[in-house]
């Protein structure tokens, strides 16, 4: 295992009941990484991500966080580890009976003993961060679906996680906002240092932010690519991860010939 | 608690009225403990000119909590027009502080509780239960014009949508009901049974037990029963599928919701509920008739003789109307609550309460108004 691993998986079994997902996958997440978990609809990329939260327990095979194993070690140590993650999920998963700004606090007042009025000001930042300044009071159910989103990652940050998980953090943005996302990431990344683990098929924040990725595939049920986004476009001549990469446009250059020469 | 400690301290220029610095140092963490906050605070509001300087080479660790202690000096300055300069702060920090202060607060975002008084409150009550009356009716005659297009053969209804529902709603319905009925058969005889036999007449515990349970209490409790089981699934399967839009997806593909979702689990309802009750009184008999046997030394043949002779077809029909009639009305509220309710989980909560409430209610309502109708008609 190098020495910065954050997250690492080893021959990693995901299976519903009989039916296996993905099989003897392992990889490295590096302290510091945006990585990209990557690959067609149904390859199990958020089965994927369910397991390194904590959320399923591993068919075969082990998820390692700091080098300890996830499932090896008592349900004390597990919450700690828990607790140094955060997660968006797709759709924000706010609970709708809290406010924004009851969302966000609840894990500080949960985790922390910090006094209200510090708890305040937290969470007014993290909700100036993702551009919510202003919708404290405000109920999950009176919000746009973008802002809901927005609002799930100001929660996801408000313990000041070690890790970041996003299920599909652009889909449903527009794309100034997802491009204010990816920067955001970024920043959060450069100036915390906050380890990023993104499930995505959004091509151009993939490529653009990705420092490494791991490329599911549904066919051979395992990983079948890993590295930087950028570098596998360059180099991998892998025609499914190719084709991925292109939009589909790789090896279909004849037939986009043909279209065009269509009257 | 931990050991770490955040410190912050405040300096004045040597020559007054030049600014000053603050100057931080330790861990900025959310678990750390805060030192000499208040005083540099102090420090700075007392500040009359710019610039305030920052000096952040004794920062060991930080997270976000530096970024809002950022922000917070940043609005102090920005308050007395002073000129605000990060010094030797961690470069991103300041970044992620400008980030947030980049986007102002929007217009009419922030909310404003009004207080209303009572009267107002009172007001908007009457205006609401107005309004929660109008809905139903136009509910009821919708359902209405949905049956409607169904005898005529033109409803977007699956007959294969019934058959679930009878099975969900009969079949599996049978151990609760039976469990309510028989022991209701039971309580009703022994109730009866110790005031009876004060005048030796312990036989018409028989006569008790069959017209107690065929005309009012089997159709009643299985009523309430299935308010609280088959309506409140009603209310919470149709409400999950407002919270995730799929009612709006049945509107715009121009399918009815009505018609598609109401209309089959009313019908299935209707036609299982006359059914139910007559297993309910099935048990609630023998339940009174287990009594009569063991308690009171009643024959069983003689027990089952009294009560064929105490059993009229106008106490069964009684019954039997009522049954369908809470059929309709357990489907309607449970369906109404789901189709009318918000968009959050809390709100589908609130569905499945109604349904069961108003259920309950309608059914008791209206077995007072079948009892009174039909003395009046002679039944």
Known sequence: MPQDAHITVSHLTMAYGDFVIQRDVSFTIRRGDIFIIMGGSGCGKSTLLRHLVGLK??????????????????????????????????????????????????????????????????????????????????YPAEISGGMRKRAGLARAMALDPEVLFFDE????????????????????????????????????????????????????????????????????????????????????ETRKKQDVSRP | MSEKTAQLSFQPAAPPDQGGTVVFAGEWCLDAGKNGIRDALAGVRDLTNGPLVCAGDAIQDWDTTLVAMIVRLKRLCAGKNMAFE?????????????????????????????????????????????????????????????????????????????????????????????????????????????????????????????????????????????????????????????????????????????????????????LMMPLLVIYANVIGMLGGMFIGVFMLDISPVLYLQQTRSALGLNHLAVGLVMSVIFGVLVAFFGCLRGLRCGRSAESVGEGVTSAVVSGIVSIVIATALVTVAADILGF
């Open chain 1, 169 to 252: 953090p652009s889909a449903g943005l527009d794309p100034v906002s997802a491009r204010r996302l990816d920067d955001l990431i970024l920043e959060l990344r450069e100036s915390l240092g906050t380890t990023v683990v993104v499930v995505t098929h959004e091509l151009a924040s993939l490529v653009s932010i990705g420092t490494n990725s791991v490329f599911l595939d549904a066919e051979s049920k395992t990983a079948i690519a890993e590295g930087a986004p950028s570098q596998l476009l360059e180099e991998s001549r892998d025609p499914r991860v190719m084709d991925f990469l292109t939009r589909g446009e790789f090896g279909n």
């Open chain 2, 86 to 270: 990060p010094g030797s702060l961690p470069g991103g920090v300041v970044r992620l502080a400008d980030l947030a202060m980049a986007v102002p607060e929007r217009d009419g975002a922030g909310r404003k509780h009004e207080k209303k008084s009572p009267l107002t409150r009172l007001g908007e009550a009457v205006l609401a239960a107005g309004a929660g009356g109008k809905d139903m009716v136009t509910f009821l005659g919708e359902l209405t014009v949905s049956f409607g297009r169904l005898v005529a053969g033109r409803a977007q209804m699956q007959w294969g949508d019934v058959v679930r529902v009878i099975e969900e709603t009969g079949p599996r319905a049978f151990p609760i009901v039976g469990l309510i009925a028989g022991l209701m058969g039971i309580i009703l005889a022994f109730v009866g049974a110790v005031q009876l036999r004060v005048f030796g007449a312990e036989i018409y515990v028989a006569d008790l037990v069959a017209i107690g349970i065929v005309r009012e209490m089997g159709a009643i409790m299985t009523g309430i029963v299935m308010a609280g089981r088959t309506g409140a699934s009603y209310a919470a399967r149709i409400g999950s599928m407002q919270v995730n839009e799929e009612i709006d997806a049945f509107t715009t593909m121009g399918i009815s919701p009505v018609d598609f979702l109401v209309l089959p689990r009313t019908i299935g309802l209707v």
């Open chain 1, 57 to 138: 327990r591993p068919a075969a095979g082990q998820v390692f966080f700091h080098g300890e194993d996830f499932w090896g070690v008592d349900d004390d140590q597990r919450g700690d580890m828990i607790r140094r993650m955060g997660v968006l999920y797709q759709g924000g998963a706010l609970w709708t009976s809290l406010t924004l700004a009851e969302n966000v606090a609840l894990p500080l007042r949960e985790y922390t003993q910090l006094p209200a009025d510090d708890i305040r000001e937290l969470v007014a930042l993290k909700l100036a961060l993702v551009g919510l300044a202003g919708f404290e009071d405000f």
